[in-house]
Each structure stands twice: as C-alpha cells, then as structure tokens.
C-alpha cells in the first residue's frame, strides 16, 4: 500500500476522472493540496498524504467538500471571493491541516468565516473502492459493480448507507451500523484491482476501531465475507490484505 499518515477524500460527485486527476478541471485542489504536503509546506507534519478525487456529493454546486482520515470529519467550504487557485488551495491545506490535528485553532477562524468552512464527524465505516476507469480498466470495470455488491450486503445485515453528505443524522446511527461506499482515484497497484479500502471509525467497541485496512484482488464474490467478518467482526481476511494502518 501508498505509504500514508492522512488521506484526503475530495468530494467531486462524479466517477470519470482524467488520467491523472491533477489535469481535470477541478484538479487544481489536487495540485495543491499534493502541493501543500511537501516538506516545510502547510500539511507537511501529516505527510505523507494521500488525496484522492472520489464520486461522494457535495454539499452544492458551488461548495469545496471533503472528508478527512484518520479523524473521520467531514469539512464544507467555499471559495471566499477569491479567484487564485494557489491561495484558495493554501487556505483549504490551512483548515484541513486544522482538522487533521484534531481541533479548531482560534487563530483560523477569520479564514473559517471568509471561506464559510464548517465541518463535522463523519463516524460511519467507509469502503473506499478504486473506480478509475481512465487510470486503469481493471479498476474501473470493477469498482461499480463492488459498490453495488457492497450496498446489498451491508444493507441486508442492517447497515444504513449514508449517500447525502454528512448532517444531523449522523449522531442518531448506531456505531457501525452506518457506511459511505465510494468509488475513488487511483491509489496505486493496478495489478490488484479490484482495490478496496475499508475505514473503521474510531469508537470504542469494534477490533478494528480507527484502523484502515487495505484489501486487492477484491471480487464480488468475496464481498459478503468482507462484510462479515472485517466490518462486522473485525476480523481481517489475510489472503486479501494488502496493507493495514
């Protein structure tokens, strides 16, 4: 697996992607956010990170959405009047990076008002599927036909899928009875499609709480197994594993 500390999930509400999801349209917040990690820059003590480009909705049309691991938040912003990519990417790193270490800094919060940036948890288990089609066609074959599976079985043990982006109903669902499936950019190893990345939310009460596990050569066969015994038992499926954090 991608050597990580942190992934950034960025909330872009369609599964097509470029090659390289740096050239698509709203690929400057992948630049910069990648950008932004680099040795001295402003995520720098989370790095290495991972940003990735995935199908979950935003918030609106005009908002900047993302969701934060290993913290499990969900942030919303927007542009704040501004019309340089460079600065809008280095004030979205600013209050990531504030996510990322697990608080409000108060002296952020007149760029939190000027970008209207609210967040909160996101405390339901994530099933991150690669799905770049343009990247590579194993993933991308894969990926839809895994979502689908994924939503059947976890809905058929009594998990509820969240598709709309986070809100109040988060703190009513049981702890881990709750999922967000996605398809997401390319996270390295194409000869492992399909790739499957499961996030455990970090409450007391499961084996795997605020664990990552990594699974290749995922099928749709072995989804049920998945289900059952990493996001319910938490058990992790060694013939699968390509890596846990």
């Given amino acids: 697996m991608a050597p990580h500390r942190a992934q950034i999930v960025v909330c872009t509400g369609r599964a097509s992607w470029e090659s390289k999801i740096e050239t698509a349209t709203d ?33 609106s049309e005009s908002s900047l959405d993302f969701y934060v691991f ?18 809008i990417s280095r004030n979205i ?12 800094d108060p002296a952020l919060q007149e760029l939190r008002l ?17 799905g770049h089609m343009k990247r590579d066609k194993r993933c991308g074959l894969l990926g839809e036909p895994l979502r689908q599976e994924f939503t059947e079985k976890l809905r058929a043990v009594g998990v509820d899928i969240f598709e ?10 049981e702890p881990f009875k709750s999922a967000r499936i996605g398809l997401i950019s390319h996270i390295g190893g194409h000869k492992f499609a399909g790739n499957v990345i499961i996030r455990i939310p970090p409450r007391p009460g499961h084996p795997l709480s605020g664990r990552e596990i990594w699974y290749g050569r995922v099928e749709p066969r072995h989804v049920e197994g998945i289900v059952e015994q990493t996001i319910l038992k938490g058990n992790v499926i060694q013939e699968l594993l390509r890596g846990i954090n």
């Fill in 70 to 87: 290993p913290t499990f938040r969900y942030v919303t912003m927007h542009k704040g009047g501004l019309t340089d990519e460079s600065q």
């Fill in 114 to 130: 000027l970008m209207k940036a609210e967040s909160l948890d996101s405390p339901e288990v994530h099933v991150l599927i690669c």
């Fill in 164 to 173: 709309t982006a986070p809100g109040p109903h988060n703190t009513e669902a």
């Fill in 27 to 59: 690929g400057w917040i992948a630049h910069g956010l990648k950008d932004q990690a680099k040795s001295g820059r402003i995520l720098s003590t989370h790095a290495p990170v991972l940003v990735s480009f995935s199908d979950y909705k935003r918030t």
């Fill in 93 to 104: 790193a600013m209050i990531l990076n504030d996510e990322l270490s697990g608080g409000q």
